[in-house]
């Protein structure tokens, strides 16, 4: 595989960062996931738009312009012949000379930028979305700059170990009572003709499937509401789902052993899902 460091394109086994990294040391860097379908990336734009907010919101500026991002984004496709997959892509503050709390001049340190590319044949006729997933829900312990799409995902991790020994496939997480959202996705539930989704505020990432999912909800005349809603709602529900860059929409259909609606893929979620990938593609 190829993979891009810092204005180079190398074999992965010839990509090397610092141990001084502020992104290793201390989780210092952002990151953004953008799916891949029939060679061509899907919302670049969203994910190119939020980027440059996660690092304005860390006293970061964009290390290049949108478009010799895209320029990289395409050029790792291309060399990696990627039809459907990932691009990863992240950016740290850099490696200074020496670890300190206080982030370093930025005229003295270049950001470390990386990008590779993941091939997932299949990825849009994932079978997984026909059975449908099932989650648990655990305490959201994580920091309040949830919108901010940070490389600190270890307590995303241990929550999906969490689900796969309860043997389940993620977890949604809640605070005060309320779901905030699962490990690596937005979550939802149907209740009628009502697509019932948390708000955006610091608490989650606003995600850039959600924005569009929405959006086609809507015009597809069903209705959105974007409120709280806690556990016992979502086992009340008669759908549930999640999105994101890597699942799209994905039908939810048990959450702590309780089924959700009939325990099949809802109607709803469905539709969703197959709208998303005709309009996206
Ligand atoms: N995760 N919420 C969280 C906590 C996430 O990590 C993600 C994305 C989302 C969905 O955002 P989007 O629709 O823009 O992908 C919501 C990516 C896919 C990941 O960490 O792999």
Do not use: C
Not at 101 to 127: H, I, M, S
């Amino acid at each position: 595989r190829t993979v891009y460091v810092n204005g180079d394109y190398l074999p992965e086994a010839d990509a090397k960062i610092s141990i001084f990294d502020r992104g290793f040391l201390m989780a210092d860097g952002v990151y953004e996931v953008t799916s891949v379908l029939d060679g061509k990336l899907i919302d670049f734009d969203g994910h190119a738009v939020r980027l440059e907010r996660s690092l304005t919101e860390l006293d970061m500026g964009m290390p290049m312009s949108r478009d010799d991002l895209l320029e990289i984004h395409r050029e790792l496709v291309r060399l990696n012949e990627i039809d459907e997959g990932m691009i990863y892509l992240q950016i740290t503050r850099g490696a200074p000379a020496d670890r300190d709390f206080a982030f370093p001049d930025p005229e003295e340190t270049a950001q470390t930028v990386v990008l590779f590319t993941q091939n997932k044949p299949g990825l849009a006729d994932n079978p997984v979305a026909k059975q449908g997933i099932k989650v648990i829900s655990i305490e959201d312990i994580r920091w309040g700059r949830r919108d901010i799409k940070t490389v600190q995902l270890l307590y995303p991790s241990m929550g999906k170990m969490m689900a796969k020994k309860a043997g389940a496939d993620d977890a949604w997480m809640v605070e005060d009572g309320f779901v905030t959202e699962g490990t690596s996705n937005n979550a939802y539930i149907v209740k009628g003709n009502k697509i019932i989704t948390r708000e955006l505020s610091k608490d989650i990432l606003h995600g850039i499937t959600r924005a569009a999912v929405l959006r086609f909800a809507r015009e597809a005349q069903m209705e959105v509401e974007e409120r709280n809603f806690t556990i016992d709602e979502v086992k009340q529900a008669d759908e549930a789902f999640i999105t994101s860059a890597s699942t799209f929409v994905m039908p939810v259909v048990a959450i702590d052993g309780t089924a959700i609606g009939d325990g099949v893929p809802g109607a709803k979620a469905l539709r969703l899902r197959e709208i998303y990938l005709e309009e996206s593609r």
